[in-house]
């Protein structure tokens, strides 16, 4: 068998591979960004006047410096936080909230708006017991919310999307739709079931 | 005469280079958008805890970072207690206010009251630290702040 020589190959079309390659991997990734829970600080203020808050519209949390939880006087593992959180800022006790489900026990919260909770930590307490509670607090507004998303976003035209979805949507460029409605719905759940999460210093 | 013609004999072609600087440029190119500059050298433990409720942080916004976390290794001499980074080195609660006074002054006037500080706090530390920094955050008017966390489960932290 004659040895032949092997032919060249064309390679003038690689640069356009390249820039293929280069166009995917610049459209895919995403440079990954830090994430967190957001709190907004309480001003200082030298403010004197004491707002009077009904004790039944206030949900005490106390974590000491083991990381034991006490809710309401009682203690409480944290796994049962959300739930509980839950069942208070859902109360409606006074009955002036109408797409709360809860049991209406009035000696719980009137309705969620004048409904706050109360985090109390110690010193010594880790970050990580402090983070794992704020983050169960969030996720119990956030079910509320997403529940009431449902509920306003069917009405309003953005059905199967609850709170959290929407906020994602909001923020995303590449989501078509109303984002001014869709704003004005984010905007009414704020109000109907606001973050109300003091914390005593 | 031409039955018995000897093959040219140059070996293997030699392999066409031209399209490698296209390649290294699309290296190049990927590494630069994909990656993310370290903004400070850590002198501290940053193990951040976990939590699954989080927001993404805004970089449209200009964000401060205060770390916090006991001395990592090779800087045992500042002890064992949780200490604050600011930049590249250690500082007390006192230094916050001007910390924050400082990045203020370098970001343009208009984005100031967007400016958010982002705590990345040890999972370890003692609230005692951070609650003393976010009392010096309240004092300078510093209200916006990001428990900056890492995303998963967050009942796992406690274990």
């Known amino acids: 068998m004659a040895k032949r020589a092997a032919p060249e190959v064309n390679a003038g079309s690689m640069a356009d591979i390249a820039f293929l390659l280069l166009i995917f991997f610049l459209v895919t990734t995403t440079i990954e960004k830090d994430s967190g ?118 009405q309003k035209g953005f059905s199967d999307m609850d709170f959290v979805t929407m906020q994602k949507n909001y923020k995303d460029v590449r989501w078509v739709g109303n984002k001014e409605k869709l704003k004005a719905v984010i905007d009414q759940i704020k109000v109907e079931i606001p973050q109300k999460l003091s914390e005593v210093q | ?81 949780a200490r604050i980074q600011l930049n590249d080195k250690f500082a007390s609660v006192g230094d916050v206010a001007a910390f924050i006074a400082a990045e203020r002054g370098a970001m343009r006037e208009e984005l100031i009251p967007f400016l958010t500080v982002s705590l990345k706090v040890d999972k370890e530390a003692n609230m005692g630290i951070v609650g003393d920094v976010k009392q010096e955050l309240r004092k300078v008017n510093a209200l916006k702040i990001n428990y900056t966390t890492g995303a998963g489960e967050a009942l796992t932290n406690m274990q």
């Open chain 2, 1 to 81: 005469m031409s039955k018995f013609k000897k093959k040219k004999d140059g070996g293997l072609a030699p392999i066409n280079t031209a399209s490698l600087p296209d390649i290294v440029f699309m290296l190049l190119f990927f590494f630069m958008v994909a990656t993310v500059m370290r903004e400070d050298t850590l002198m501290i433990k940053n193990a951040l805890p976990l939590a699954d409720q989080v927001e993404k942080l805004d970089k449209k916004n200009p964000i401060s970072y205060i770390y916090m976390g006991k001395p990592a290794s090779g800087y045992e001499k500042y002890g064992n207690v």
């Open chain 1, 37 to 154: 829970i957001n709190r907004k600080l309480p001003p200082m203020e030298e403010n004197e006047e004491d707002v009077i808050i009904k004790q039944k519209n206030i949900f005490t949390v106390l974590l000491n410096k083991s990381d034991q939880l006490l809710v309401e006087d009682e203690i409480m593992e944290v796994k049962d936080l959300r739930a509980a959180a839950v069942e208070f800022l859902d109360n409606g006790g006074d009955g002036s909230c109408d797409f709360c489900q809860g049991a209406k026990d009035p000696k719980s919260s009137d309705n969620p708006d004048k409904a706050i909770i109360s985090l109390k930590n110690d010193r010594e307490t880790s970050y990580a017991a402090y983070i794992t509670v704020q983050n169960e607090l969030v996720a119990a507004y956030n079910v509320l919310r997403n529940r009431r998303a449902l509920q306003v976003g069917s």
